[in-house]
């Protein structure tokens, strides 16, 4: 019998059907970077790249038929599956980071009625103003500052690289500073103030560079 490292991947697939070690050995020998690399598009140089790999590597081992060689090559399989992985991380942190500054948040004060009918008219002249933008620049503006999303969660929510992210929220905030709606509009000319940079962006998990395609 040959040394695997002389195997096609799809005959060491079949070996890990089958319970072969030393198959899967070669698999991961063989391929560990590739995917680690995949890993690394989402968190950057990060020691949770090399938790996903181990994850996803250990799945496959405990059900190495998820694999259909029909759809794709086992390395695009993995890869596959660590991106979405890694994704899942990232989103996870920035949720629980999110629920965690809404806790430490002060209880917001009672408004009066004529507080609330400017403010709902100063919104509505906001979200008039961003209808009259591009979709490509409204919503990410709109998850910027009307949700509170970082340029990571956008990128990743939108499926962007960070960016295209941020080049779209400059545009589209250069073309409200124009629009005399919006600058009739305390809110809106407290919005339109903002640059870019203002959002900070909160690398999700700690000491993660995450970046998105």
Known sequence: MPPHNRWSDGELVAAVVLRSEGAYGELFRRHRGSV??????????SSHCEDVVAEVFVAFW??????????G???SFM???AR????????????RQRRERSEMLPPVPAQSTEE??????????????????????????HLAFFQ???????????????????SRIRQGLKRLRLDPEILGSERGAEL?????????????????????S
Not at 192 to 212: L, M, Y
């Open 148 to 166: 509170g999303m970082t340029y990571n969660a956008i990128a990743l929510h939108l499926d962007l690289p960070e960016g295209t992210v941020k």
């Open 62 to 71: 405990h059900s190495p038929e998820t694999f259909d060689p029909g759809r």
């Open 116 to 141: 609330v009918v400017v403010g709902s008219s100063a919104n509505a002249a906001i979200q008039a103003a961003l209808s009259r933008l591009p979709g490509s620049q409204s919503l990410p503006i």
């Open 84 to 95: 979405g992985r890694s994704i899942d991380i990232v989103r996870s942190e920035v949720s």
């Open 73 to 75: 090559s086992f390395l």
């Open 192 to 212: 339109t103030r903002h640059q870019p940079g203002d959002v900070r962006t909160r690398r999700a998990p700690a000491g993660a560079e995450a970046t998105a």
């Open 36 to 45: 680690t690399a995949a890993s690394r598009m989402v968190f950057g140089r």
């Open 79 to 81: 890869r596959l599956k």
